[in-house]
Each structure stands twice: as structure tokens, then as C-alpha cells.
T-cell receptor, first 115, second 115 residues
């Protein structure tokens, strides 16, 4: 099925460990992004990309790293996990409309717990 | 800073009744888009409706409609003939700045539908 695929769906880490959340889309979307969802805070943008080789920071980028080597993939790396990074992470993609009309297609989310 | 505010953390509606979820936003843009997304218990984010700011006419999608008041920077979602399947978190969202794609989400409103 066409869409956004996130792996893993669940992960438990210890403080200081590193890991990568994978995101892949097969819709040839130029725009890809990562959000974290915390209770009472909605979704906050971590990093985004408007094409291969182009990334930029969102609202809460600290502690996370991204790269975009292909149109399809946009992995999110946690360099040294902290309990404050316990959250549900969503990857989302869309076509690139300069007018801002793009509708985001979301992955199913990844629940990360850092002990 | 540009923001999106949802002042109702939780709402309840009787099945078959109508409910309105509020959203206000702050922007200096003159042309932009606004979105409502739904997140059911499955956690999957789904687009509900989209409004183009330059259009005077309020957007409608079946039982879902918006009350868009540009001058007041208000973007309410009205759900008519509420159904049990409408129970979810609802997020108002706004892509900040034309061409930047920094989506800003509100904190969400949890809608309960009572049988």
C-alpha cells in the first residue's frame, strides 16, 4: 500500500543509547518531516526536508539529527537518548506546494520510551 | 511567534448532535491554508478538512464544515450529526510562512461522543 512507513512502532532505550527511527514513503513526495507528540502539547516539528540533500530545523531540533540522501527515506537519529525524548514520533510527507496547500500524509507513529 | 491555539482540551457531544471545536491562530501572512486533522485511538493522523484563506466560502466535507473568520483569525470545526466514530483528538494546523513548511499544530481537542 502506498503511504508512509515508520519503523519501529515501539522502542525502549536506556539513557545515553543512540538509535534511528526509520521513515520511508513511496509517493514521490518532496517534503518530509518529523514531529513529536507529547500530552497537552500537540505535535511539534523536529526537522523537515524539502528534497534530497536539503534539511532544516523545526521547533525542537536539539538532540536529533536527520539526513535526506534519497527522496524516499528520511531517518531520524537520536544521538544520546534522554528521558525527555520519551514521546510518540510521527513522520509525515507531502508534495511541495509553494502556496502551502500541501496535505500531510502521516506514518502510524513510533512510541519511544527512554529509561 | 506565530501560534495556533485550541482552547478546549476536551469536548463531549451526544450522538447525532452538533459540536463546534475552536481554533485561533496568529499570522502575518495574507494568503495561507488552514487544516483540521483527526487522530482516532489508532493514533493515525487523518486530514479532515482544509481551508484556503483567500476564499470567502467556508470549506465543507460531508458532515464537517468550518467557520473561517479571517479578520478574527478564527477557524472553527463544526461536526454535524455526530457519530461514535468521530471520537478522536482533533488538531488545528497551519503551515507557517509560504514555502517554509514549518507546520504549527494546536494542542488538540479530545472529542467524546456519547451514545
Amino acid at each position: 500500500n502506498a503511504g508512509v512507513t515508520q519503523t519501529p512502532k515501539f522502542q525502549v532505550l536506556k539513557t545515553g543509547q543512540s538509535m534511528t527511527l526509520q521513515c520511508a514513503q513511496d509517493m514521490n513526495h518532496e517534503y518530509m518531516s518529523w514531529y513529536r507528540q507529547d500530552p497537552g502539547m500537540g505535535l511539534r516539528l523536529i526537522h523537515y526536508s524539502v528534497g534530497a540533500g536539503i534539511t532544516d530545523q523545526g521547533e525542537v531540533p536539539n538532540g536529533y539529527n536527520v539526513s535526506r540522501s534519497t527522496t524516499e527515506d528520511f531517518p531520524l537519529r537520536l544521538l544520546s537518548a534522554a528521558p525527555s525524548q520519551t514521546s510518540v514520533y510521527f513522520c509525515a510527507s507531502s508534495y511541495f506546494w509553494s502556496s502551502g496547500a500541501n496535505v500531510l500524509t502521516f506514518g502510524a507513529g513510533s512510541r519511544l520510551t527512554v529509561l | 511567534a506565530q501560534t495556533v491555539t485550541q482552547s478546549q482540551p476536551e469536548m463531549s457531544v451526544q450522538e447525532a448532535e452538533t459540536v463546534t471545536l475552536s481554533c485561533t491562530y496568529d499570522t502575518s501572512e495574507s494568503d495561507y491554508y488552514l487544516f483540521w486533522y483527526k487522530q482516532p485511538p489508532s493514533r493515525q493522523m487523518i486530514l479532515v478538512i482544509r481551508q484556503e484563506a483567500y476564499k470567502q466560502q467556508n470549506a465543507t466535507e460531508n458532515r464537517f464544515s468550518v467557520n473561517f473568520q479571517k479578520a478574527a483569525k478564527s477557524f472553527s470545526l463544526k461536526i454535524s450529526d455526530s457519530q461514535l466514530g468521530d471520537a478522536a483528538m482533533y488538531f488545528c494546523a497551519y503551515p507557517q510562512g509560504s514555502g517554509t513548511y514549518k507546520y504549527i499544530f494546536g494542542t488538540g481537542t479530545r472529542l467524546k461522543v456519547l451514545a
